[in-house]
């Protein structure tokens, strides 16, 4: 299983694989510093395609929700559950970007530890 975050926030990314290692170690994680990045990582047909996309949704220069735009317009990754993973608990905001193609809408945690039990419990959900 390969997982990609999209995350401005270097300590959240790290906390963020930190989580993931913790819940299962063989897991692929790749970290992409802003929305950019990840689209010519997502573009680079060398690179392999994740079964799981973290998003946060505010960062400098291309947001979140241009980014999901972009890879839900895309064939090859339009069927990619995207997260979005931010500081923002808007219910307005989640059901726009629902309507857009986010599979979840999840707040970052403020504990630590809380970053565990999320990752766990989006990751073991029954995808189709």
């Known amino acids: 299983m390969t997982i ?8 959240d990314r790290q906390l ?20 950019r990045e990840a ?9 392999a395609l994740p079964d ?17 735009v972009e890879i839900k317009k895309d ?5 990619i559950p995207v997260i979005i993973y931010t500081t923002s608990r808007d ?3 989640s059901a726009r970007l629902k309507g857009l193609g986010a599979a979840h809408f999840m707040s970052k945690p403020v504990m630590p530890d809380d970053v565990y039990y999320m990752v766990s419990f989006v990751l073991g959900e029954k995808w189709s």
């Open 16 to 35: 963020f694989f930190e989580a993931t290692e913790e819940y299962d170690n063989t897991i692929k994680y790749v970290g992409a510093a802003n929305a």
């Open 91 to 93: 219910e307005k905001e």
């Open 52 to 68: 799981f996309i973290f998003l946060d949704l505010r960062m400098p220069g291309l947001s979140g929700e241009q980014c999901l």
């Open 39 to 47: 689209l010519l990582y997502l573009n680079n047909g060398d690179n």
């Open 75 to 79: 064939t090859r990754l339009a069927s």
């Open 4 to 11: 990609l975050l999209i995350d401005d926030d270097e300590d």
